[in-house]
């Protein structure tokens, strides 16, 4: 499976961001799908995660702030990031598993002051 992130990459503080993550196969049946980021020189952390029956679940710094949406139709997971903060700086990464994992190339978001 090759997963290919999409989104805007830059806004100020209290601006919206939207990721979007196209999988190159079917998705209806892959349990989990979500994003995680990582701030260079810490570990990489689960940020959003939904499952194949829609249930999700957030990093407890998001929460109320950042939405994940999955369309099984089009095989693709979305990270709806609003109320952003500098500290939500980091590189995001598109996930599925399956069985196995598989991660996105990697996007950075910058979130300037």
């Known amino acids: 499976v090759q997963l290919q992130a999409y989104g805007e990459a830059w806004c100020r503080l209290g601006g919206s961001l939207r990721l979007s993550c196209a999988a190159s196969?079917?998705?209806?049946?892959?349990?989990?799908m979500g994003w995680y980021r990582q701030v260079l020189g810490k570990q990489r952390e689960p940020v959003a995660l939904?499952?194949?029956?829609?249930?999700?679940e957030y990093v407890d710094s998001v929460k109320g702030r950042f939405t994940i949406s999955r369309d099984n139709a089009r095989s693709t997971v979305d990270l709806q990031m609003n109320s952003l903060k500098p500290e939500d700086t980091a590189v995001y990464f598109c996930?599925?598993?399956?069985?196995?994992?598989?991660w996105g190339q990697g996007t950075l978001v910058t979130v300037s002051s």
């Open positions: 939904i499952s194949n029956l829609d249930s999700t």
């Open positions: 996930y599925l598993y399956d069985s196995r994992t598989y």
């Open positions: 196969r079917d998705v209806k049946s892959v349990p989990i």
